[in-house]
Protein backbone atom coordinates (compact mmCIF):
# COMPACT_ATOMS: atom_id res chain seq x y z
CA UNK A 1 0.00 0.00 0.00
CA UNK A 2 1.10 3.58 -0.58
CA UNK A 3 2.43 5.67 2.03
CA UNK A 4 0.03 8.32 2.74
CA UNK A 5 2.84 11.44 4.05
CA UNK A 6 1.70 14.18 6.53
CA UNK A 7 1.07 17.25 4.36
CA UNK A 8 0.27 20.94 5.24
CA UNK A 9 -0.69 23.59 2.11
CA UNK A 10 1.08 26.97 3.33
CA UNK A 11 -0.59 29.81 1.18
CA UNK A 12 -2.70 32.67 1.59
CA UNK A 13 -6.21 32.45 2.72
CA UNK A 14 -8.05 33.95 -0.82
CA UNK A 15 -5.33 31.45 -2.72
CA UNK A 16 -6.66 28.78 -1.18
CA UNK A 17 -10.11 29.14 -1.71
CA UNK A 18 -9.74 29.69 -5.29
CA UNK A 19 -6.15 27.08 -5.96
CA UNK A 20 -7.93 23.98 -4.30
CA UNK A 21 -11.82 22.74 -5.44
CA UNK A 22 -13.74 20.35 -4.73
CA UNK A 23 -11.70 17.94 -6.84
CA UNK A 24 -8.21 18.95 -5.64
CA UNK A 25 -9.26 18.54 -2.16
CA UNK A 26 -10.17 15.45 -2.65
CA UNK A 27 -7.25 13.70 -5.08
CA UNK A 28 -4.72 15.71 -2.10
CA UNK A 29 -6.85 13.65 0.80
CA UNK A 30 -6.80 10.29 -1.53
CA UNK A 31 -2.68 11.08 -1.96
CA UNK A 32 -1.80 12.18 1.68
CA UNK A 33 -3.25 12.92 5.51
CA UNK A 34 -4.42 16.05 6.49
CA UNK A 35 -4.68 17.55 9.70
CA UNK A 36 -5.89 20.39 11.43
CA UNK A 37 -5.33 23.37 10.01
CA UNK A 38 -5.78 21.64 6.73
CA UNK A 39 -3.77 25.26 5.45
CA UNK A 40 -2.15 27.91 7.20
CA UNK A 41 -0.35 31.27 5.94
CA UNK A 42 1.26 31.97 9.13
CA UNK A 43 3.76 28.95 10.25
CA UNK A 44 5.28 30.80 13.04
CA UNK A 45 1.36 30.31 15.26
CA UNK A 46 1.07 27.36 17.76
CA UNK A 47 -0.88 25.38 15.85
CA UNK A 48 0.87 25.39 12.42
CA UNK A 49 4.26 24.92 13.92
CA UNK A 50 2.34 21.70 15.68
CA UNK A 51 1.68 20.49 12.01
CA UNK A 52 5.13 21.50 10.54
CA UNK A 53 6.05 19.23 13.10
CA UNK A 54 4.54 16.39 11.25
CA UNK A 55 4.66 17.19 8.07
CA UNK A 56 6.68 15.47 5.28
CA UNK A 57 5.07 17.70 2.38
CA UNK A 58 4.40 21.10 1.72
CA UNK A 59 2.23 22.44 -1.04
CA UNK A 60 3.03 25.91 -1.05
CA UNK A 61 1.74 28.91 -3.52
CA UNK A 62 1.69 32.70 -2.83
CA UNK A 63 1.94 33.77 -0.30
CA UNK A 64 3.89 31.52 1.66
CA UNK A 65 6.49 32.73 4.01
CA UNK A 66 10.23 32.63 3.11
CA UNK A 67 11.65 28.91 4.33
CA UNK A 68 14.04 30.07 6.84
CA UNK A 69 16.55 27.59 8.70
CA UNK A 70 13.75 28.27 12.13
CA UNK A 71 11.19 27.25 9.93
CA UNK A 72 12.85 24.48 8.32
CA UNK A 73 14.24 23.12 11.59
CA UNK A 74 10.93 23.36 12.90
CA UNK A 75 9.80 20.44 10.06
CA UNK A 76 12.12 17.57 10.98
CA UNK A 77 10.42 15.17 8.80
CA UNK A 78 9.70 17.50 5.44
CA UNK A 79 10.64 16.01 2.01
CA UNK A 80 9.13 18.18 -0.63
CA UNK A 81 8.15 21.19 -1.23
CA UNK A 82 5.39 21.94 -4.02
CA UNK A 83 5.07 24.69 -4.97
CA UNK A 84 1.56 25.50 -6.62
CA UNK A 85 2.54 28.64 -8.64
CA UNK A 86 5.81 29.49 -10.81
CA UNK A 87 8.82 31.05 -9.21
CA UNK A 88 9.71 29.73 -5.92
CA UNK A 89 11.98 33.04 -5.36
CA UNK A 90 9.42 34.37 -2.60
CA UNK A 91 10.04 31.30 -0.39
CA UNK A 92 13.48 30.31 -1.46
CA UNK A 93 16.09 30.20 1.36
CA UNK A 94 19.71 28.91 1.31
CA UNK A 95 18.69 26.98 4.22
CA UNK A 96 16.04 25.37 1.62
CA UNK A 97 18.81 24.02 -0.81
CA UNK A 98 21.40 22.95 1.94
CA UNK A 99 18.30 20.64 3.10
CA UNK A 100 18.39 18.57 -0.14
CA UNK A 101 14.88 18.53 -0.12
CA UNK A 102 13.17 18.26 -3.88
CA UNK A 103 11.50 21.46 -4.87
CA UNK A 104 8.89 21.81 -7.84
CA UNK A 105 7.24 24.38 -9.20
CA UNK A 106 4.31 24.44 -11.49
CA UNK A 107 5.41 27.35 -13.78
CA UNK A 108 4.54 25.04 -17.28
CA UNK A 109 0.99 24.81 -16.45
CA UNK A 110 1.42 28.62 -15.59
CA UNK A 111 3.11 29.29 -18.83
CA UNK A 112 -0.12 28.15 -21.04
CA UNK A 113 -2.32 31.04 -19.34
CA UNK A 114 0.81 33.73 -20.28
CA UNK A 115 1.06 32.55 -23.93
CA UNK A 116 -2.45 32.33 -24.52
CA UNK A 117 -2.53 36.23 -23.98
CA UNK A 118 0.95 36.90 -25.70
CA UNK A 119 -0.94 35.34 -28.68
CA UNK A 120 -4.00 37.46 -28.41
CA UNK A 121 -1.51 40.75 -27.80
CA UNK A 122 0.07 39.84 -31.27
CA UNK A 123 -2.84 39.42 -33.09
CA UNK A 124 -4.30 42.73 -31.39
CA UNK A 125 -0.75 44.55 -32.26
CA UNK A 126 -0.89 43.26 -35.87
CA UNK A 127 -4.03 44.86 -36.24
CA UNK A 128 -3.34 47.96 -33.95
CA UNK A 129 -6.13 47.10 -32.30
CA UNK A 130 -5.22 48.83 -28.97
CA UNK A 131 -4.20 52.04 -31.00
CA UNK A 132 -7.93 52.48 -32.48
CA UNK A 133 -9.96 51.82 -29.87
CA UNK A 134 -8.03 54.55 -27.91
CA UNK A 135 -8.47 56.53 -30.54
CA UNK A 136 -12.23 55.18 -31.28
CA UNK A 137 -13.04 56.94 -27.86
CA UNK A 138 -11.96 60.37 -28.43
CA UNK A 139 -12.86 60.08 -32.38
CA UNK A 140 -15.48 57.64 -33.67
CA UNK A 141 -14.93 56.09 -37.11
CA UNK A 142 -15.86 53.14 -38.68
CA UNK A 143 -14.22 50.63 -41.21
CA UNK A 144 -13.86 53.87 -43.91
CA UNK A 145 -11.58 55.64 -42.10
CA UNK A 146 -9.41 52.15 -41.83
CA UNK A 147 -9.63 50.16 -44.76
CA UNK A 148 -6.92 51.51 -47.12
CA UNK A 149 -4.42 51.51 -44.62
CA UNK A 150 -1.67 48.65 -45.24
CA UNK A 151 -0.45 48.38 -41.49
CA UNK A 152 -3.16 46.81 -40.06
CA UNK A 153 -2.63 43.22 -40.54
CA UNK A 154 -1.52 40.09 -39.48
CA UNK A 155 -0.07 38.73 -42.78
CA UNK A 156 3.91 38.02 -43.03
CA UNK A 157 4.72 39.78 -39.73
CA UNK A 158 7.95 38.91 -38.33
CA UNK A 159 7.70 38.32 -35.03
CA UNK A 160 10.40 38.57 -32.78
CA UNK A 161 10.95 36.22 -29.20
CA UNK A 162 13.26 37.39 -26.74
CA UNK A 163 13.64 34.68 -24.45
CA UNK A 164 12.69 31.03 -25.35
CA UNK A 165 11.54 29.82 -21.93
CA UNK A 166 8.60 27.36 -21.32
CA UNK A 167 6.45 30.32 -22.38
CA UNK A 168 8.88 31.80 -25.48
CA UNK A 169 8.27 27.79 -26.71
CA UNK A 170 4.94 27.73 -26.27
CA UNK A 171 4.09 31.40 -28.02
CA UNK A 172 5.90 30.00 -30.82
CA UNK A 173 4.09 26.67 -31.03
CA UNK A 174 0.94 28.70 -31.07
CA UNK A 175 2.30 31.22 -34.07
CA UNK A 176 2.89 28.41 -36.16
CA UNK A 177 -0.53 26.81 -35.78
CA UNK A 178 -2.58 30.11 -35.48
CA UNK A 179 -1.02 33.17 -37.61
CA UNK A 180 1.01 33.21 -40.94
CA UNK A 181 3.79 35.24 -39.95
CA UNK A 182 6.60 36.11 -42.60
CA UNK A 183 9.04 34.78 -39.53
CA UNK A 184 9.29 34.40 -36.58
CA UNK A 185 12.94 35.19 -34.63
CA UNK A 186 14.12 34.09 -31.38
CA UNK A 187 16.51 35.25 -29.29
CA UNK A 188 18.29 33.37 -26.15
CA UNK A 189 21.57 32.50 -24.96
CA UNK A 190 21.10 28.72 -23.88
CA UNK A 191 18.49 28.38 -26.28
CA UNK A 192 19.64 25.32 -29.51
CA UNK A 193 19.39 26.62 -33.02
CA UNK A 194 18.26 23.19 -34.01
CA UNK A 195 15.53 22.88 -31.39
CA UNK A 196 14.67 26.49 -32.27
CA UNK A 197 14.65 25.69 -35.89
CA UNK A 198 12.16 22.67 -35.57
CA UNK A 199 9.86 24.63 -33.76
CA UNK A 200 9.81 26.55 -36.87
CA UNK A 201 11.58 29.93 -35.61
CA UNK A 202 15.22 31.03 -35.97
CA UNK A 203 17.50 31.33 -33.32
CA UNK A 204 19.74 35.04 -34.44
CA UNK A 205 21.35 37.96 -31.98
CA UNK A 206 19.51 40.35 -30.31
CA UNK A 207 20.49 43.21 -32.41
CA UNK A 208 19.30 41.79 -35.58
CA UNK A 209 16.34 40.24 -34.57
CA UNK A 210 15.34 44.07 -32.93
CA UNK A 211 16.19 45.24 -36.42
CA UNK A 212 13.83 43.38 -38.16
CA UNK A 213 10.85 42.60 -35.48
CA UNK A 214 7.67 44.04 -36.22
CA UNK A 215 6.12 42.68 -32.69
CA UNK A 216 8.53 42.28 -30.20
CA UNK A 217 7.68 40.09 -26.87
CA UNK A 218 9.44 39.62 -24.21
CA UNK A 219 10.23 36.57 -22.04
CA UNK A 220 12.97 36.97 -19.88
CA UNK A 221 12.78 36.00 -16.10
CA UNK A 222 13.72 39.19 -14.17
CA UNK A 223 17.62 38.65 -13.09
CA UNK A 224 20.14 41.43 -12.14
CA UNK A 225 21.69 40.53 -15.95
CA UNK A 226 18.43 40.92 -17.67
CA UNK A 227 17.40 44.65 -15.44
CA UNK A 228 16.95 47.09 -18.29
CA UNK A 229 17.95 44.21 -21.15
CA UNK A 230 15.64 45.73 -23.73
CA UNK A 231 16.79 49.64 -23.17
CA UNK A 232 17.25 53.01 -25.02
CA UNK A 233 19.96 51.40 -27.35
CA UNK A 234 17.93 48.41 -28.11
CA UNK A 235 14.24 50.05 -28.55
CA UNK A 236 16.17 52.81 -30.89
CA UNK A 237 17.02 49.77 -33.15
CA UNK A 238 13.47 48.53 -33.26
CA UNK A 239 11.70 49.91 -37.07
CA UNK A 240 9.29 52.69 -36.68
CA UNK A 241 5.50 51.30 -36.12
CA UNK A 242 6.70 48.45 -34.20
CA UNK A 243 4.77 47.09 -30.76
CA UNK A 244 6.84 46.36 -27.67
CA UNK A 245 4.62 42.85 -25.78
CA UNK A 246 6.08 42.80 -22.16
CA UNK A 247 4.14 39.42 -20.26
CA UNK A 248 7.47 38.65 -18.47
CA UNK A 249 8.28 41.02 -15.86
CA UNK A 250 8.56 44.76 -15.61
CA UNK A 251 12.07 45.69 -15.15
CA UNK A 252 13.60 43.49 -18.52
CA UNK A 253 12.38 46.99 -19.94
CA UNK A 254 14.01 50.93 -19.44
CA UNK A 255 10.32 52.38 -18.43
CA UNK A 256 11.67 55.61 -19.28
CA UNK A 257 13.33 54.86 -22.85
CA UNK A 258 9.60 53.02 -23.73
CA UNK A 259 8.02 56.08 -22.52
CA UNK A 260 9.99 58.07 -24.39
CA UNK A 261 9.79 55.68 -28.13
CA UNK A 262 5.94 55.64 -27.64
CA UNK A 263 5.41 59.08 -26.21
CA UNK A 264 6.85 60.31 -29.54
CA UNK A 265 4.57 58.14 -31.50
CA UNK A 266 7.29 55.54 -33.46
CA UNK A 267 6.62 52.52 -30.90
CA UNK A 268 3.63 50.91 -29.68
CA UNK A 269 3.23 48.75 -26.51
CA UNK A 270 0.90 46.40 -24.77
CA UNK A 271 2.16 45.85 -21.58
CA UNK A 272 0.79 43.60 -18.64
CA UNK A 273 3.79 44.34 -16.36
CA UNK A 274 5.37 47.26 -15.89
CA UNK A 275 8.94 48.96 -13.49
CA UNK A 276 7.27 50.21 -11.21
CA UNK A 277 4.00 48.23 -10.69
CA UNK A 278 1.16 49.99 -10.71
CA UNK A 279 2.69 53.06 -12.62
CA UNK A 280 2.68 56.23 -10.44
CA UNK A 281 -0.29 57.78 -10.47
CA UNK A 282 0.30 60.76 -13.48
CA UNK A 283 2.51 58.45 -15.54
CA UNK A 284 2.71 59.72 -18.69
CA UNK A 285 3.21 55.85 -20.57
CA UNK A 286 -0.19 55.00 -18.89
CA UNK A 287 -1.93 58.02 -20.22
CA UNK A 288 -0.63 57.54 -24.17
CA UNK A 289 -3.37 56.25 -26.65
CA UNK A 290 -0.92 54.21 -28.15
CA UNK A 291 0.17 51.99 -25.10
CA UNK A 292 -2.44 49.13 -23.62
CA UNK A 293 -1.85 48.27 -19.91
CA UNK A 294 -3.23 45.65 -18.15
CA UNK A 295 -2.25 44.58 -14.55
CA UNK A 296 -0.59 41.54 -14.65
CA UNK A 297 -3.31 39.41 -15.83
CA UNK A 298 -1.74 37.45 -18.17
CA UNK A 299 -0.57 34.48 -15.71
CA UNK A 300 -2.81 31.95 -14.20
CA UNK A 301 -6.20 33.69 -12.35
CA UNK A 302 -9.35 32.08 -11.30
CA UNK A 303 -9.75 28.62 -11.88
CA UNK A 304 -6.91 28.94 -13.94
CA UNK A 305 -4.93 28.73 -10.23
CA UNK A 306 -6.69 25.15 -10.45
CA UNK A 307 -4.24 23.36 -13.24
CA UNK A 308 -1.98 24.40 -11.28
CA UNK A 309 -2.30 23.30 -8.29
CA UNK A 310 -3.23 19.71 -10.09
CA UNK A 311 0.35 20.12 -10.96
CA UNK A 312 1.43 20.17 -7.54
CA UNK A 313 -0.86 17.05 -6.92
CA UNK A 314 0.87 15.49 -10.26
CA UNK A 315 4.11 15.88 -8.29
CA UNK A 316 3.11 14.70 -5.28
CA UNK A 317 1.63 11.45 -6.36
CA UNK A 318 5.15 11.34 -8.82
CA UNK A 319 6.68 11.47 -5.69
CA UNK A 320 4.98 8.98 -3.75
CA UNK A 321 5.35 6.23 -6.71
CA UNK A 322 9.00 6.49 -6.66
CA UNK A 323 9.35 8.56 -10.10
CA UNK A 324 11.21 11.61 -11.33
CA UNK A 325 9.44 15.37 -10.70
CA UNK A 326 7.88 17.13 -13.93
CA UNK A 327 9.62 20.43 -12.59
CA UNK A 328 12.03 20.27 -10.38
CA UNK A 329 13.68 23.44 -9.19
CA UNK A 330 17.35 23.47 -8.13
CA UNK A 331 19.14 26.06 -6.86
CA UNK A 332 21.48 26.37 -9.79
CA UNK A 333 18.52 26.46 -11.92
CA UNK A 334 17.48 29.53 -10.33
CA UNK A 335 20.60 31.49 -12.10
CA UNK A 336 18.52 31.46 -15.36
CA UNK A 337 14.68 30.82 -14.89
CA UNK A 338 12.25 32.97 -12.96
Known amino acids: MRHR ?24 RSLARLGDPLWSEDLDEPRSLARLAEAEVLLTSWGCPPLTAERLDAAPRLRAVLHCAGSVRPLASDALWQRGLLVTSAAEANARP ?23 RVRPSDWSAVQHRQDLSNYRRVVGIVGYSRIGRRVVDLLRGTLDTAEILVTDPYADPAEVAAAGARLVGLDELL ?8 HLPALPSTRHAIGARELGLLPDGATVINTARGSV ?22 DPEPLPPGS ?21 T ?22 AVTHEALAVRA
Open 5 to 28: PEALLVMRRDTFGVQFGHRQLDRL
Open 114 to 136: VAEYTLAAIVLAGKKAHVLAAQS
Open 211 to 218: RRAEILSL
Open 253 to 274: VDTDALERECAAGRLDAILDVT
Open 284 to 304: RLAALPNVMLTPHIAGSLGTE
Open 306 to 327: RRMADQALDELERHLDGLPPLD
